[in-house]
């Protein structure tokens, strides 16, 4: 969801020109094959992923067969880290349009936070460095010219469960979202809220530059979302869940999602009705917390739906730039892991070979991140 949106100014009427003389055919030809070569050049774009740089796929033989790289972790370990050693992979899922095609990719070794950034975390960022997010700052007035004063107050996006029930498959997701004035990081459910007894929940409301200025005060950076998934996955090539096959292995909840009916019932089988602490549930084999549910967390990688079907096979850093076909127009980050709000009715997005998007402005109250660190720094 956009933080703000520019207003289309019309332009001037352009003056009457006087046409040179040619014949009446060449003003309905030309025009069209002009027309047609440009809509050509879009088709390519889209189809050939021409936005996102050089092609650089190399053949699936290449890479070899899956693997978790060999080899001890580099010394000494960054505090709440965890070594990824890299490996190959086979990245995406087969029940996501814009998760597809499954193909191998190949990483290289780097640290992950153990969790989500938390409150507590996020907290020493802003009182050492005096930041403030996005959502803390009212919304610049010449992007939205006509809006009433008592409109230009900072705010931000909150779930708010519908007053009756919905099928979330046939009305708009706006049903179960509210513009809250005052909602922030700090208040994440608006003004009357606060942090209390919440230091180990995992920040929210941040926007992608958010993520970026805390990544870069920490000396880390966000993850791309081939670093992202090869972690999430812990090793299991190609297994539904983060930790297997099973969504509920021995009737125990693995992960922070909705249970029950979404958006109008939750029976609270993993014991939350909203975000939970980090840790709470068991890690995945990489010793990884939250790699499903909880908060969906930002990546470094531009949104393009095409991007696996042209992308380099090797470390690929994302699409040179954004293409949404739901918005057009509108950049997207890629976001990842799914939140307390997926649910298997509407959202299964919590699955690890999925992708989620945000425009980078964005901020909610299901929305954090967790860094990375390259070997070496």
């Known amino acids: 969801m956009k933080k703000t949106s520019k207003r289309r100014e019309r332009s001037p009427a352009p003056r009457p020109a006087t046409r040179t003389q040619l014949p009446t055919w060449v003003w309905v030809v030309v025009p069209s094959v002009v027309v047609g070569f440009l809509l050509g050049l879009v088709a390519v774009a889209y189809s050939r992923d021409w936005l996102a740089g050089p092609i650089e796929i190399t053949s699936p033989t290449e890479l070899g067969e899956p693997q978790v790289n060999a080899g001890d972790a580099p010394v000494p370990a960054p505090d709440n880290m965890v070594w990824i050693p890299g490996g190959i992979f086979f990245m995406g899922s087969d029940q996501f349009d814009d998760a597809q095609p499954i193909h191998k990719v190949e990483v290289g070794g780097f640290w992950m936070d153990r969790t989500e950034v938390t409150n ?26 006509n809006a009433a004063p008592e409109d ?3 705010f931000s996006i909150v779930f708010a469960a519908p007053d009756k029930d919905v099928d979330p498959n046939r009305v708009s997701h706006l049903t179960w979202w509210r513009a809250v004035k005052g909602a922030d990081w700090r208040h994440p459910e608006g003004p009357d809220s606060d942090l209390k007894g919440r230091d180990k929940h995992p920040v929210v409301h941040v926007s992608y530059f958010d993520a970026v200025a805390y990544a870069r005060w920490a000396k880390k950076r966000l993850p791309t979302e081939a670093e992202w998934e090869f972690a999430a996955r ?19 909840s693995m992960a922070n999602t909705w249970q029950g009916d979404f958006p109008n019932k939750n029976t609270l089988q993993d014991g939350f009705a909203g975000i939970a602490p980090v840790a709470s549930f068991d890690p995945n084999d990489f010793g990884l917390h939250d790699m499903a549910g909880n908060v969906w967390e930002w990546c470094s990688d531009w949104y393009h739906p095409a991007y696996y079907k042209f992308g380099p096979d090797r470390n690929p850093q994302g699409p040179r730039a954004s293409f949404d076909p739901m918005e057009p127009g509108v950049p997207k980050r890629v976001q990842r892991g799914g939140s307390y709000l997926c649910c298997d009715n509407y959202c299964m997005r919590y699955l690890p070979g999925a992708r989620g998007k945000g425009e980078p402005e964005s901020a909610t109250n299901h929305i954090g991140f967790r860094c990375v660190r390259d070997p070496g720094r």
């Open 120 to 145: 507590a975390q996020f907290r020493e960022f802003v009182d050492a460095t005096g930041y403030v997010t996005v959502a803390e700052k009212p919304p610049d007035p010449k992007l939205v010219p």
């Open 152 to 154: 230009l107050k900072p």
């Open 234 to 252: 812990g090793g299991r090539d190609r297994q539904r869940y983060c930790w297997g096959e099973e969504l509920n292995p021995g009737g125990k």
